[in-house]
């Protein structure tokens, strides 16, 4: 059968997706979900491209962050609360570097399908089908666990649901009051190291003072404490992601509201593909990731047919490059060239986390604070050179104490790694490795 419309990716290949058993359930699934309500609305979605277009000339940058995969069972307010809130202090630490607004996305609310590089694994000589993120199975080592079960769709949206009433409160409040600027310390204890944090922090005290003392309105003070936060997500997931789709009542456009912006992973990107056919049609900022796979023919046809043909359509397409410290160089000047001689307008963020993943000596999947931090300061340092604009970062992070990635401040060790470590999927900066690396890329904005 053709399908016609925002339906049009059933006929293409699905890459990285469940194939459920039942299909009475999965039906009745998904005419459950298209009843229910979306999550975020088209004039939010026209405001976060806004603000992305203004990241593609340089006059804003993007913060984007949050788990690599999302749960069910670690879930709770306090989750969402330390995120939000190490996010918007990340935001503060780079709008002092980068001297314009900073766009806050969470990879959040709905960040739940993985897509993996095996479509088993194998324990104790016992092999399953691979976990797939807890909105498609179980992460439990058993065979009723891993069975795909469309169910996990309306937990995932319900869940999604209380995430976002929860930003949306926290984004009205004072959470990240930039007066609490010196409470903002998260373990960073280490006196000698945390002499660039207190600069800053001075410094962005200073500010607010000499503000207020210049006769800052309470009101205007007020505005200063609510923040424009989005929420984002691989969109993986099509059955869900069609079911959350609705029409824009005005001009009878697709928008997806299971999230403001949705990215297409690097598995998942290929340009005839059921995922590349889904984004194409919703009005939403897309993101696409880039890796070292991405041949420079790829994207020129993932360009046209993600903005539609429309180059000039700046905040539609973000490009997240993604190759790995020391690789930065080798790949993405070509992919500039690609688009620069397109002239597309597109954002370009860098996502220094999945090029820089390896196995521990003590075999936990790791990330070294250090090679996330310099394929940082290589991205920054190719646009430089090449006259683009390095539009923002995106990182895997959390506001707990986790103990997923080595390095920083306070040293997280090879052997520390099984202390705290909580991931669902990939490792994690944890609150203070998030804080330390705005300060970072702070100080690179600043060079
Ligand atoms: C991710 O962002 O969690 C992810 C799987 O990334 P990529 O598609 O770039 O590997
Ligand atoms: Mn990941």
Not at 74 to 82: E, I, N, P, S
Not at 203 to 219: H, K, V, Y
Not at 364 to 388: A, C, I
Request: one cysteine or more; a negative charge; aromatic letters at 8%.
């Amino acid at each position: 059968m053709q399908h016609s419309g925002i339906s049009s990716w059933r006929d293409r290949e699905r890459i990285q997706m469940p194939v459920y058993t039942d299909n009475d359930a999965l039906n009745a699934v998904e005419t459950q979900l298209r009843a229910m309500p979306p999550l975020v609305f088209a004039d939010e979605a026209r405001r976060l491209k806004r603000d992305m277009a203004a990241v593609s000339r340089g006059e804003a940058f993007l913060l984007q962050g949050g788990d690599c995969a999302e749960s069910f069972e670690q879930f709770g307010a306090d989750m969402v609360r330390d995120t939000f809130k190490v996010l918007l202090q990340m935001a503060m630490v780079l709008t002092y570097g980068a001297k314009v607004p900073v766009v806050k996305v969470g990879r959040i609310a709905g960040q739940f399908a993985k897509p993996r590089s095996a479509p088993t694994e194998t324990s104790n000589g016992v092999e399953l089908p691979s976990y797939r993120g807890d909105i498609i199975n179980g992460f439990d080592f058993d065979e009723d666990s891993r069975i795909p079960d469309p169910e996990r769709m309306i937990e995932g949206y319900t869940q999604a649901a209380a995430t976002m009433n929860m930003l949306r409160g926290m984004a009205k409040g004072g959470l990240a009051d930039i007066n609490k600027v010196h409470e903002w310390t998260l373990g960073f204890t280490a006196e000698d190291k945390a002499a660039d944090y207190r600069d800053i922090a001075n410094a962005l005290q200073d500010t607010m003072d000499f503000i207020r003392a210049a006769g800052l309105s309470p009101a205007k003070a007020e505005e200063l404490a609510s923040v424009d936060f989005y929420t984002s997500h691989e969109g993986l997931l099509l059955e869900y992601e069609e079911s959350l789709t609705r029409r824009d009542p005005v001009t009878g456009e697709y928008v997806a509201g299971s999230g403001h912006l949705i990215w297409i992973g690097d598995r998942t990107r290929q340009p005839d593909g059921a995922h590349v056919e889904f984004c194409r049609q919703i009005i939403n900022p897309i993101g696409l990731k880039c890796g070292p796979t991405t041949t420079a023919e790829d994207l020129k046809v993932l360009v046209d047919r993600l903005m539609n043909g429309k180059l000039d359509d700046a905040g539609r397409l973000m490009l997240i490059t993604r190759f790995g410290a020391g690789k930065v160089e080798e790949h993405l000047p070509r992919l500039i060239e690609t688009v620069e001689e397109m002239g597309a307008k597109v954002v370009w963020t860098c996502d220094p986390m999945h090029g820089n993943t390896i196995k521990s000596g003590s075999g936990y999947k790791t990330r070294p604070f250090e090679d996330v931090l310099s394929e940082v300061q290589e991205f920054f340092d190719v646009h430089q050179r090449m006259g683009t604009v390095a539009g923002g970062v995106h990182f895997e992070m959390t506001g707990q104490d986790v103990t997923e990635c080595t390095g920083g401040v306070i040293a997280v060790t090879d052997e520390d790694l099984s202390d705290r470590y909580h991931t669902a999927c990939d490792p994690r900066l944890n609150a203070s490795q998030s804080l330390e690396l705005a300060f970072l890329v702070n100080k690179l904005m600043r060079e």
